[in-house]
């Protein structure tokens, strides 16, 4: 069957409806046949890629953000099909993209999609108490995270324009947030070691490289060695985070004195407190709140790759 690409017109901004015309041209140009469907609401592309898997697709194509590209890797991996996914990034943030070393630039991508090798990579899942309160499950590709990133994520959604671009948006986000928000506390455990507990300006769950809009937030985290890079930002004032903000878009925040680096393959948060409520990030989006337990899934779904 003909590759499914799976569309969200409304990622960056709704940038990516006004360019589908030239998109579509450029990959039937340099890709050739495809079918073509389109999100119209939230986990959509969970569900269309769940429809196109059963119908025995075996390539399926995230044109999109992060968001997008992790509903449809949720969408596969949910049928238990075996289905390859591409990537063709049109989003605010581009961070998976970046994790996978496809090209910025749209022609670039597209010959990456034509051109790649299938690889299999590693597959985080999250279990998580969703806004009704109750137990709920999903996967990830990149970075789950809480603490200051939940709120910068919901800022970035509510302020999101097209003419600010990905990065200024999430930097906005940050410097607000940075100046607005108290540290968390919780109680954190890494595989079988004693639980700790931990006050942070956040701490990543991190499979992927990239968050944030391009901070290199686990520059060693590789995507196939079985194990999640925990990254830790430790109890840090706003001026101290603001002034090492550049670190993390280099990568070199991992010399920081209040910044720790661990590996696991299982790490479990909870709330120091009932009452308290820390929202959860998963690859770009809120799908709910702590406690949550993050599982690394090994060498689970295959990629598209330059």
């Known amino acids: ?23 579509a041209s450029e990959l039937a ?34 044109c999109g953000g992060d968001g ?18 591409g990537v063709l990034p049109s989003g605010t943030g581009g961070d998976f993209q970046r994790s996978l ?3 910025g630039r749209r022609h670039d991508a597209i010959r990456a999609l034509r051109t790649g090798r299938s690889r299999p990579i590693d597959v985080g899942r999250v279990t998580y108490v969703n806004h009704d309160g109750a137990a709920e499950s999903r996967f990830f590709l990149g970075v789950a995270s809480f603490g200051m990133s939940g709120e910068v994520i919901d800022r970035v959604k509510k302020n999101n324009s097209k003419w600010l671009g990905g990065k200024a948006n999430f ?7 940075t100046l607005t928000k108290e540290n968390t506390t919780a109680f954190v455990q890494l595989d ?20 944030g809009g391009g901070m290199k937030i686990a520059p060693e985290a590789k995507l196939d060695d079985g194990q ?14 603001l002034t090492n903000a550049h670190q993390l878009y280099l990568g070199t925040h991992l010399g920081m004195k209040q910044v720790h680096h661990a590996f696991a393959a299982r790490v479990i948060a909870r709330p120091v407190s009932k009452d308290k409520q820390i929202a959860v990030e998963v690859d770009g989006e809120l799908p709910g709140a702590l406690p949550a337990t993050f ?9 598209r790759m330059p």
Not at 33 to 52: M, S, Y
Not at 68 to 85: M, P, Q, R
């Open 171 to 177: 930097a906005l986000a940050m410097l607000q947030t």
């Open 228 to 241: 999640f890079d925990v990254v830790t930002i430790g109890d840090l004032g706003a001026l101290k985070i």
């Open 68 to 85: 997008t590209i992790s509903e449809v890797a949720n969408g596969i991996l949910e049928s238990g099909e075996d289905v390859e996914l």
């Open 1 to 23: 069957m003909l590759p499914l690409i799976i569309v969200n017109p409304t990622s960056a901004g709704g940038a990516t409806r006004d360019a589908w015309a030239g998109i």
């Open 192 to 211: 079988d070691l004693q639980e700790r507990r931990l006050t942070v300006a956040n701490l990543c769950v991190a499979n992927g490289r990239y968050f």
């Open 29 to 62: 140009t340099h890709f050739g046949a495809f079918n073509c469907e389109f999100t119209r609401e939230h986990r959509d592309g969970v569900r269309l890629a769940k429809i196109g898997a059963s119908e025995g697709r075996r390539l399926i194509i995230a």
């Open 101 to 103: 070393k496809i090209p």
């Open 295 to 303: 599982e690394v899934l090994p060498k689970t779904l295959r990629m």
